[in-house]
Protein backbone atom coordinates (compact mmCIF):
# COMPACT_ATOMS: atom_id res chain seq x y z
CA UNK A 1 0.00 0.00 0.00
CA UNK A 2 2.69 2.42 0.66
CA UNK A 3 4.45 2.22 -2.55
CA UNK A 4 1.61 2.45 -4.08
CA UNK A 5 0.45 5.70 -2.65
CA UNK A 6 4.10 6.96 -3.47
CA UNK A 7 3.78 5.81 -6.80
CA UNK A 8 0.18 7.48 -6.78
CA UNK A 9 1.08 10.51 -5.73
CA UNK A 10 4.44 11.12 -7.77
CA UNK A 11 2.22 10.66 -10.92
CA UNK A 12 0.05 13.75 -10.12
CA UNK A 13 3.29 15.78 -11.56
CA UNK A 14 2.92 14.87 -15.00
CA UNK A 15 -0.46 15.23 -14.68
CA UNK A 16 -0.39 18.77 -13.58
CA UNK A 17 2.83 19.42 -15.63
CA UNK A 18 0.46 18.39 -18.77
CA UNK A 19 -2.66 20.69 -17.89
CA UNK A 20 -0.22 23.37 -17.26
CA UNK A 21 1.22 23.07 -21.13
CA UNK A 22 -2.41 22.95 -22.77
CA UNK A 23 -3.83 25.68 -20.59
CA UNK A 24 -0.70 27.91 -21.09
CA UNK A 25 -0.72 27.11 -25.09
CA UNK A 26 -4.34 26.92 -25.52
CA UNK A 27 -4.20 30.78 -23.86
CA UNK A 28 -1.85 32.48 -25.57
CA UNK A 29 -2.19 30.58 -28.69
CA UNK A 30 -6.18 32.23 -29.00
CA UNK A 31 -6.84 36.06 -30.52
CA UNK A 32 -6.37 39.07 -28.32
CA UNK A 33 -4.37 39.95 -25.84
CA UNK A 34 -4.85 41.66 -22.06
CA UNK A 35 -3.81 44.74 -23.56
CA UNK A 36 -6.15 44.69 -26.55
CA UNK A 37 -8.66 47.00 -25.78
CA UNK A 38 -11.34 49.06 -28.15
CA UNK A 39 -9.12 52.11 -27.79
CA UNK A 40 -5.71 51.43 -29.05
CA UNK A 41 -2.74 52.49 -26.96
CA UNK A 42 0.03 54.14 -28.78
CA UNK A 43 2.52 51.25 -30.83
CA UNK A 44 5.55 52.65 -27.69
CA UNK A 45 3.11 52.16 -24.91
CA UNK A 46 2.45 48.81 -25.45
CA UNK A 47 5.90 47.82 -26.90
CA UNK A 48 6.80 49.18 -23.11
CA UNK A 49 3.74 47.21 -21.57
CA UNK A 50 4.49 43.75 -23.07
CA UNK A 51 8.47 44.25 -22.51
CA UNK A 52 7.61 44.71 -18.67
CA UNK A 53 5.40 41.21 -18.74
CA UNK A 54 7.73 39.66 -20.62
CA UNK A 55 4.70 39.13 -23.39
CA UNK A 56 7.05 39.73 -26.45
CA UNK A 57 9.22 36.96 -25.64
CA UNK A 58 9.03 33.81 -27.80
CA UNK A 59 6.35 31.89 -26.00
CA UNK A 60 8.40 28.77 -25.08
CA UNK A 61 10.51 31.20 -23.08
CA UNK A 62 7.62 32.55 -21.35
CA UNK A 63 6.32 29.28 -20.31
CA UNK A 64 9.98 28.05 -19.00
CA UNK A 65 10.19 31.60 -17.05
CA UNK A 66 6.16 31.00 -15.80
CA UNK A 67 7.21 27.30 -14.81
CA UNK A 68 10.29 28.44 -12.60
CA UNK A 69 7.78 31.66 -11.08
CA UNK A 70 5.54 28.24 -10.37
CA UNK A 71 7.75 26.40 -8.68
CA UNK A 72 8.48 28.89 -6.13
CA UNK A 73 5.18 29.37 -5.53
CA UNK A 74 4.52 32.78 -7.47
CA UNK A 75 1.67 32.83 -10.23
CA UNK A 76 2.88 36.87 -11.58
CA UNK A 77 1.24 39.19 -11.39
CA UNK A 78 -2.50 40.00 -12.63
CA UNK A 79 -2.82 42.15 -15.42
CA UNK A 80 -5.91 44.14 -14.31
CA UNK A 81 -5.93 44.26 -10.87
CA UNK A 82 -2.66 45.85 -11.05
CA UNK A 83 -2.60 46.21 -6.91
CA UNK A 84 -2.49 42.57 -6.22
CA UNK A 85 -0.55 39.86 -7.58
CA UNK A 86 -2.50 36.56 -8.40
CA UNK A 87 -1.49 34.95 -5.15
CA UNK A 88 -2.81 37.23 -2.73
CA UNK A 89 -6.28 37.31 -4.80
CA UNK A 90 -6.91 33.89 -4.88
CA UNK A 91 -6.21 33.63 -1.44
CA UNK A 92 -8.53 36.30 -0.60
CA UNK A 93 -11.34 34.52 -2.85
CA UNK A 94 -10.44 30.65 -2.46
CA UNK A 95 -11.72 30.19 1.18
CA UNK A 96 -15.08 31.06 -0.11
CA UNK A 97 -15.18 28.85 -2.28
CA UNK A 98 -13.87 26.31 -0.39
CA UNK A 99 -16.41 26.92 1.88
CA UNK A 100 -19.05 27.13 -0.23
CA UNK A 101 -18.24 23.86 -2.07
CA UNK A 102 -17.55 21.80 1.07
CA UNK A 103 -21.08 22.97 2.59
CA UNK A 104 -23.10 22.76 -0.40
CA UNK A 105 -20.91 19.00 -1.34
CA UNK A 106 -21.79 17.60 2.56
CA UNK A 107 -25.16 18.60 2.04
CA UNK A 108 -25.46 16.76 -1.00
CA UNK A 109 -23.80 13.52 0.18
CA UNK A 110 -25.78 13.38 3.24
CA UNK A 111 -29.23 13.36 1.42
CA UNK A 112 -28.38 11.89 -1.42
CA UNK A 113 -27.40 8.73 0.07
CA UNK A 114 -30.09 8.73 2.51
CA UNK A 115 -32.54 9.30 -0.11
CA UNK A 116 -31.16 6.58 -1.73
CA UNK A 117 -30.73 4.18 0.44
CA UNK A 118 -34.31 4.81 1.60
CA UNK A 119 -35.36 4.65 -1.76
CA UNK A 120 -33.62 1.60 -2.63
CA UNK A 121 -34.95 -0.18 0.47
CA UNK A 122 -38.44 0.59 -0.70
CA UNK A 123 -38.11 -0.17 -3.83
CA UNK A 124 -41.29 0.44 -6.58
CA UNK A 125 -42.78 2.37 -3.77
CA UNK A 126 -44.42 5.85 -3.62
CA UNK A 127 -41.72 6.86 -1.93
CA UNK A 128 -38.89 5.27 -3.89
CA UNK A 129 -40.90 6.99 -7.33
CA UNK A 130 -40.96 10.37 -5.79
CA UNK A 131 -37.02 10.76 -4.62
CA UNK A 132 -35.94 9.54 -8.02
CA UNK A 133 -38.57 11.78 -9.88
CA UNK A 134 -36.74 14.76 -7.66
CA UNK A 135 -33.34 13.42 -8.59
CA UNK A 136 -33.88 12.91 -12.39
CA UNK A 137 -35.34 16.85 -11.82
CA UNK A 138 -31.97 17.32 -10.00
CA UNK A 139 -29.82 15.98 -13.08
CA UNK A 140 -31.88 17.50 -15.64
CA UNK A 141 -31.96 21.77 -14.55
CA UNK A 142 -28.90 23.54 -15.12
CA UNK A 143 -27.50 25.94 -12.22
CA UNK A 144 -28.32 28.62 -13.47
CA UNK A 145 -32.02 27.91 -13.84
CA UNK A 146 -32.01 26.72 -10.04
CA UNK A 147 -30.24 29.32 -9.01
CA UNK A 148 -32.48 32.30 -10.16
CA UNK A 149 -35.87 30.08 -9.45
CA UNK A 150 -34.88 29.08 -5.72
CA UNK A 151 -33.68 33.40 -5.23
CA UNK A 152 -37.16 33.95 -7.14
CA UNK A 153 -39.45 32.06 -4.22
CA UNK A 154 -37.51 32.01 -1.34
CA UNK A 155 -36.08 35.91 -1.44
CA UNK A 156 -38.40 38.03 -3.68
CA UNK A 157 -41.71 35.95 -3.41
CA UNK A 158 -41.69 35.06 0.40
CA UNK A 159 -38.69 37.43 1.68
CA UNK A 160 -37.77 34.80 3.70
CA UNK A 161 -33.62 35.17 3.27
CA UNK A 162 -31.42 38.24 1.84
CA UNK A 163 -30.83 38.20 -1.96
CA UNK A 164 -27.38 38.02 -2.04
CA UNK A 165 -24.36 38.70 -0.20
CA UNK A 166 -22.25 36.60 1.90
CA UNK A 167 -21.30 35.62 5.70
CA UNK A 168 -21.65 39.39 7.68
CA UNK A 169 -22.55 40.49 11.29
CA UNK A 170 -26.15 41.40 9.68
CA UNK A 171 -27.06 37.87 7.80
CA UNK A 172 -24.78 35.76 9.52
CA UNK A 173 -25.06 31.69 8.22
CA UNK A 174 -28.50 32.93 6.57
CA UNK A 175 -27.16 33.85 3.60
CA UNK A 176 -25.34 29.99 2.72
CA UNK A 177 -29.00 28.60 2.55
CA UNK A 178 -29.97 29.60 -1.04
CA UNK A 179 -26.15 28.84 -2.70
CA UNK A 180 -25.81 25.43 -0.89
CA UNK A 181 -29.42 24.51 -1.86
CA UNK A 182 -28.35 25.60 -5.66
CA UNK A 183 -25.07 24.25 -5.81
CA UNK A 184 -26.14 20.99 -3.91
CA UNK A 185 -29.24 20.06 -6.42
CA UNK A 186 -27.60 18.33 -8.90
CA UNK A 187 -24.97 16.49 -7.05
CA UNK A 188 -27.36 15.37 -4.82
CA UNK A 189 -29.43 13.62 -7.66
CA UNK A 190 -26.14 12.01 -8.61
CA UNK A 191 -25.23 10.87 -5.23
CA UNK A 192 -29.15 9.52 -4.27
CA UNK A 193 -29.46 7.63 -8.38
CA UNK A 194 -26.19 6.41 -7.59
CA UNK A 195 -26.68 5.17 -3.94
CA UNK A 196 -30.09 3.40 -4.71
CA UNK A 197 -28.41 1.19 -7.99
CA UNK A 198 -25.75 0.19 -6.19
CA UNK A 199 -27.34 -0.85 -2.71
CA UNK A 200 -29.67 -2.57 -4.86
CA UNK A 201 -27.08 -4.30 -6.53
CA UNK A 202 -25.51 -5.30 -3.01
CA UNK A 203 -29.06 -6.31 -1.65
CA UNK A 204 -29.09 -9.08 -3.73
CA UNK A 205 -25.50 -10.62 -2.86
CA UNK A 206 -25.00 -13.62 -1.33
CA UNK A 207 -23.31 -12.67 1.89
CA UNK A 208 -26.29 -10.79 2.65
CA UNK A 209 -28.42 -13.27 2.70
CA UNK A 210 -26.13 -15.42 4.73
CA UNK A 211 -26.06 -12.49 7.37
CA UNK A 212 -29.74 -12.43 7.12
CA UNK A 213 -30.16 -16.11 8.02
CA UNK A 214 -27.60 -15.35 10.60
CA UNK A 215 -30.74 -13.58 12.31
CA UNK A 216 -29.18 -10.39 12.17
CA UNK A 217 -31.47 -6.93 12.54
CA UNK A 218 -31.69 -5.49 9.25
CA UNK A 219 -30.75 -2.12 10.91
CA UNK A 220 -27.30 -3.86 11.21
CA UNK A 221 -27.39 -5.19 7.78
CA UNK A 222 -27.93 -2.19 5.98
CA UNK A 223 -25.21 0.28 8.06
CA UNK A 224 -22.30 -2.65 8.44
CA UNK A 225 -22.79 -4.87 5.55
CA UNK A 226 -24.60 -3.05 2.70
CA UNK A 227 -23.64 0.37 2.94
CA UNK A 228 -19.79 -0.36 3.45
CA UNK A 229 -20.41 -1.98 -0.58
CA UNK A 230 -22.58 -0.23 -1.82
CA UNK A 231 -20.64 3.38 -1.10
CA UNK A 232 -17.47 2.38 -3.35
CA UNK A 233 -18.86 3.69 -6.21
CA UNK A 234 -20.24 7.38 -4.31
CA UNK A 235 -16.73 7.44 -3.09
CA UNK A 236 -15.11 7.26 -6.26
CA UNK A 237 -17.88 9.98 -7.80
CA UNK A 238 -16.78 12.09 -4.72
CA UNK A 239 -13.12 12.96 -5.59
CA UNK A 240 -14.16 14.47 -9.20
CA UNK A 241 -17.46 16.24 -8.04
CA UNK A 242 -15.68 17.39 -4.91
CA UNK A 243 -13.56 19.62 -7.87
CA UNK A 244 -16.69 19.65 -10.27
CA UNK A 245 -18.82 21.29 -6.88
CA UNK A 246 -16.21 24.02 -6.18
CA UNK A 247 -15.80 25.05 -9.90
CA UNK A 248 -19.58 25.44 -10.15
CA UNK A 249 -19.48 28.20 -7.75
CA UNK A 250 -18.98 30.12 -10.54
CA UNK A 251 -21.95 30.66 -11.14
CA UNK A 252 -23.62 30.08 -8.27
CA UNK A 253 -21.62 32.56 -7.23
CA UNK A 254 -22.43 35.16 -9.74
CA UNK A 255 -25.89 34.63 -8.88
CA UNK A 256 -26.12 35.49 -5.56
CA UNK A 257 -23.10 38.14 -5.32
CA UNK A 258 -20.56 36.23 -3.58
CA UNK A 259 -16.56 37.53 -3.40
CA UNK A 260 -15.43 33.69 -4.50
CA UNK A 261 -13.36 32.72 -7.16
CA UNK A 262 -16.37 32.84 -10.03
CA UNK A 263 -15.95 36.64 -10.16
CA UNK A 264 -12.55 36.72 -10.46
CA UNK A 265 -12.26 34.25 -13.36
CA UNK A 266 -15.60 35.22 -15.20
CA UNK A 267 -13.43 38.96 -15.16
CA UNK A 268 -10.26 37.40 -16.28
CA UNK A 269 -12.09 35.60 -18.80
CA UNK A 270 -13.37 38.61 -20.51
CA UNK A 271 -10.17 41.20 -20.13
CA UNK A 272 -7.92 37.77 -20.88
CA UNK A 273 -5.46 38.13 -17.64
CA UNK A 274 -3.26 35.36 -18.84
CA UNK A 275 -1.62 34.90 -15.18
CA UNK A 276 -5.00 35.22 -13.10
CA UNK A 277 -6.90 32.57 -15.61
CA UNK A 278 -3.79 30.46 -15.08
CA UNK A 279 -3.88 30.60 -11.11
CA UNK A 280 -7.77 29.55 -11.23
CA UNK A 281 -6.81 26.79 -13.84
CA UNK A 282 -3.63 25.31 -11.57
CA UNK A 283 -5.49 25.65 -8.10
CA UNK A 284 -8.67 23.77 -9.32
CA UNK A 285 -6.60 21.16 -11.84
CA UNK A 286 -4.45 20.60 -8.10
CA UNK A 287 -7.60 19.93 -6.13
CA UNK A 288 -9.30 17.60 -8.96
CA UNK A 289 -5.74 15.68 -9.06
CA UNK A 290 -5.13 15.58 -5.33
CA UNK A 291 -8.88 14.29 -4.63
CA UNK A 292 -8.82 11.82 -6.87
CA UNK A 293 -5.61 10.67 -5.09
CA UNK A 294 -7.52 10.26 -1.79
CA UNK A 295 -10.63 8.32 -3.78
CA UNK A 296 -7.91 5.90 -4.46
CA UNK A 297 -6.07 5.32 -1.10
CA UNK A 298 -9.46 5.28 0.54
CA UNK A 299 -10.42 2.56 -1.72
CA UNK A 300 -7.58 0.52 -0.69
CA UNK A 301 -9.15 0.75 3.28
CA UNK A 302 -12.86 -0.15 2.35
CA UNK A 303 -12.24 -2.62 -0.16
CA UNK A 304 -10.02 -5.52 0.86
CA UNK A 305 -10.13 -6.75 -2.90
CA UNK A 306 -8.27 -4.52 -4.24
CA UNK A 307 -4.64 -4.81 -5.05
CA UNK A 308 -1.76 -2.35 -5.47
CA UNK A 309 0.64 -4.95 -6.22
Given at each position: ??RF??????????????????A????H????????????????????V???????E??????????????R?????????K?????Q????????????????L?V???????????????????L????????????????????????????????????????D?????????M???????????????????????????????T?RAK?????????R???????L??????????????????????I?????????????????????????V??????????N??V??????????I???
Amino acid sequence: MARFIIRRFLSLIPTLFLIIVFAFAIEHLAPGGPFATEKKLPPEILANVMAKYHLDEPLPKQFLRYLGDILRGDLGPSFRYKDFTVNQLIAQALPVSMLLGAIALSVAVFIGISCGVIAALKQNSMLDYATMSLAALGISIPLFVVGPVIKLALALQLKLLPTSGWIDGRNGLIVLIMPVLTLSFHYFASIARLTRASVLEVLHADYIRTARAKGLKESTVVFRHVLKGALLPVISYLGPAFAGIICGTVIVETIFTIPGMGRFYIQAATNRDYTLIMGYVIVFSTILVIMNFVVDVIYGFLDPRISYK
